[in-house]
């Protein structure tokens, strides 16, 4: 795949439209061959009234598994989190194959290739976008977006054409969106975030919490 042109909500495995991701993914298939080493799917129900937006693939994690923030240190506080809310149901064993199952619920990233260094650039995100919002546009019960991270933010903010100025990221704060939805901010559950206390476990449920009560004052 060289260029977009039907609008679609998944890229194909062996997308190509970043030229340094594709080099990345494909050196790192050198190594493992039997990793997923591809664009990662969303996972989830296009029923969901909650979208979580992640930054991209861990290379030990997502990129390995083939599931986004499977295998990583970030699903083990993603994961039982989900379960605890009532958004996940079944044993997560870091595997795509441990029959995990999502509730209402849809994960996804802003750029689906895993970057160098967990660091996606500029273009990179760019071109991740029209998958994006493709994505957005096909959850039509879509009413809570938890994003995990300035990049997943800001993933949203501009494809919704929104003014970054305008949605100033910030831990556990709400930003309505144009079109009734609304958005959480979330400090990305990484091992680096929890390690040195800027996220707490405490504080990642805080955000769901909230979602839970917002989605709760939509179905009464």
């Known amino acids: 795949m060289t260029r977009q042109q039907t609008p679609i909500a998944e890229p194909p495995a ?19 061959p039997s990793w997923f080493n591809g664009a990662v ?35 083990d506080l993603l994961y039982p989190t989900l379960v605890k809310f009532g958004f996940g149901q079944g044993d997560y064993q870091a595997s795509a194959d441990d029959g995990f199952t999502l509730k209402n619920c849809m994960i996804t990233n802003a750029v689906r290739c895993v970057p160098p260094q967990n660091k996606p650039i500029g273009a990179e995100i760019n071109n991740c976008r029209p998958f994006f919002a493709e994505r957005m546009k096909s959850l039509p019960n879509l009413k809570v977006i938890i994003s995990l991270g ?19 990221f910030a831990h556990n704060t709400a930003h309505t969106l144009p079109e009734g939805q609304v958005m959480l901010n ?35």
Request: glycine residues 10%; positive net charge.
């Open 14 to 32: 062996d997308c190509s439209l970043c030229p340094r991701l594709t080099a990345f993914r494909r050196a790192n298939q050198d190594v493992n």
């Open 41 to 75: 799917p969303s996972f989830g129900e296009e029923s969901a009234a909650l979208l979580i937006v992640g930054l991209a693939p861990g290379l030990k994690g997502a990129n390995r598994t083939g599931r986004p923030f499977t295998g990583d240190y970030a699903g």
């Open 150 to 168: 300035r990049i997943a933010h800001d993933q949203v903010i501009r494809t919704i054409g929104g003014k970054l100025a305008q949605f100033k």
């Open 186 to 220: 979330s400090y990305h559950c990484s091992r680096y975030n929890t390690n040195t206390g800027r996220l707490t476990t405490e504080m990642f449920e805080d955000v769901f919490e909230k979602a839970t009560e917002i989605l709760n004052s939509t179905t009464t």
